[in-house]
């Protein structure tokens, strides 16, 4: 449980240019956001982070997106005129966070592996690359991940919104918790708000299951994707709950009693919480991955859904199930599946709602398994459908 130090969402009424950093995956984005008291405005651009920047080094990592900001910038033609622009940092990873513009990265998940940066302040990196540079002029004014800022953009439509939840490359969810509850949370660093006694809490999810809380219901599948994932059995470091933060780092509010709690959960199950529903498949696939162990995020997430639909035909087809006198040997190639196939697979019907395997048998030919039967492509179907539906 990571608090946010956010304590309070948008009322909608809010004016202005503002950039977004968004920094979660393999892709990353940047966004010219204009607020005018009603509407919300977005101009934006994807900008892809090779491998070799994603597991160099920290300052190769921040130096390409300072680089990147700075081609947005002159896209925008936001030139540096004296005047700094706000932006808001969304990184997607697991921080301790010791402010709203100050936050320590835990640990790199997924298939991130920069040195130089865990334990690093993440804010501070950023700020220096950009200082490097004599075309980026602006003011990191709020550091928080994907999580919180999908609750904070409901909330600017709907301010009645208290939770978020993303299940997408990894999984997460936050939610609004009573400061009052927050018993160790440095007050010190809180800025005075009578109008705000709550917080928005990360939970960190994602790791849920570490030691072993998910086993119960892991299948010998989920074992297979842990297994062959990035991080197999890796264990999240010890983070401390909301209960015993340092108060002095919360400026007094008495009118918000409340800060959105991070929950981090997609690495539940690093205590095998999840065992009692881990599948060998589960295994293969966290046992291939960068931080084995975390085992909700691959149960669930979009990052090694696909993974683990492949370690299953695999299975199926080894043990003459699936793809008779069919060659299959590319779909032995690890991550020769990606999710966006069981998305697509997933949505094979016609107008009318008939199902229909045209994409299917689209999709296996892409990957090179070509002739394969009718069964074959009801099976990948099934298979894709378990794997969602869970």
Same mark, same amino acid.
């Given at each position: ?5 956010l304590?309070?969402?948008? $009322? ?8 977004a ?18 509407? %919300?405005?977005?101009? *934006? ?20 997106? %300072?680089e990147?900001? %700075? ?6 033609? =936001? ?5 700094? =622009? ?5 990184? /997607?990873?697991p ?7 100050? @936050? ?14 865990? /334990?690093?302040?993440?804010? &501070? ?16 004014? @709020?550091?928080l991940?994907?999580?919180?800022g999908?609750?904070?953009?409901? #909330? ?7 939770? *978020?939840?993303?299940?997408?490359? *990894?999984?997460? %969810? ?32 994602? @790791? ?23 991080? +197999?059995? &890796?264990?999240? !470091? ?15 509010? +008495? ?6 709690? $991070?929950?981090?959960w997609? @690495? ?14 589960? #295994? ?5 991955s960068?931080? +084995?162990?975390?085992?909700? !995020? ?6 090694y ?11 199926? #087809?080894?043990?003459?199930? =699936? ?12 991550? /020769? ?14 107008p ?8 299917t ?9 070509e002739?394969? #039967?009718?069964?074959?492509? !009801?099976?990948?179907a ?9």
């Amino acid at each position: 449980m990571l608090p946010s130090y956010l304590r309070s969402g948008p $009322n909608g009424t809010e004016e202005g240019d503002f950039l977004a950093l968004d920094l979660g995956g393999t892709n990353f984005r940047v966004l010219l956001v204009r607020l005018d008291g009603k509407d %919300a405005k977005m101009e *934006g651009r994807i900008f892809r982070l090779p491998e070799h920047i994603i597991k160099g080094t920290g300052t190769g990592l921040f130096d390409h997106i %300072a680089e990147c900001l %700075a081609k947005f910038m002159a896209d925008m033609k =936001l030139t540096c005129s004296g005047r700094k =622009l706000p932006l808001g940092f969304t990184f /997607s990873f697991p921080c301790a966070q010791e402010g709203l513009t100050k @936050a320590r990265l835990i640990s790199w998940t997924k298939g991130f592996s920069a040195s130089g940066v865990e /334990s690093e302040d993440v804010v &501070k990196l950023l700020r220096e690359a950009c200082q490097r540079r004599q075309d980026v002029d602006i003011d990191v004014v @709020a550091i928080l991940n994907d999580t919180v800022g999908s609750l904070m953009s409901c #909330a600017f439509e709907d301010n009645s919104c208290a939770i *978020g939840v993303i299940v997408g490359t *990894g999984t997460n %969810a936050c939610y609004f918790e009573k400061i009052k509850r927050c018993h160790k949370l440095d007050k010190c660093t809180i800025e005075d708000d009578p109008f705000h006694d709550e917080m928005i809490i990360n939970t960190e999810w994602g @790791a849920f299951g570490d030691n072993g809380e998910l086993e119960f219901i892991r299948t010998s599948f989920d074992a297979i994707v842990d297994e062959g994932s990035v991080n +197999p059995g &890796k264990q999240l !470091q010890k983070i401390k709950r909301c209960h015993k933060l340092d108060k002095c780092t919360i400026e007094d509010d +008495p009118f918000h009693d409340e800060m959105i709690i $991070n929950t981090e959960w997609g @690495a539940f199950g690093d205590n095998g919480e999840l065992e009692f529903i881990r599948t060998s498949f589960d #295994a293969i696939v966290d046992e291939g991955s960068v931080n +084995p162990g975390k085992q909700l !995020q691959k149960m669930i997430s979009g990052m090694y859904m696909g993974e683990l639909v492949r370690v299953m035909l695999v299975h199926l #087809a080894d043990h003459g199930v =699936l793809f008779e006198n069919v060659n299959y040997r590319p779909l032995k190639v690890p991550h /020769s599946f990606p999710t966006k196939y069981v998305s697509e697979i997933e949505g094979d019907y016609e107008p009318d709602g008939t199902r229909t395997y045209e994409r299917t048998r689209q999709v296996l030919e892409d990957i090179g398994v070509e002739d394969a #039967a009718d069964h074959d492509f !009801q099976t990948v179907a099934y298979v894709c459908s378990l794997v969602s539906r869970r």
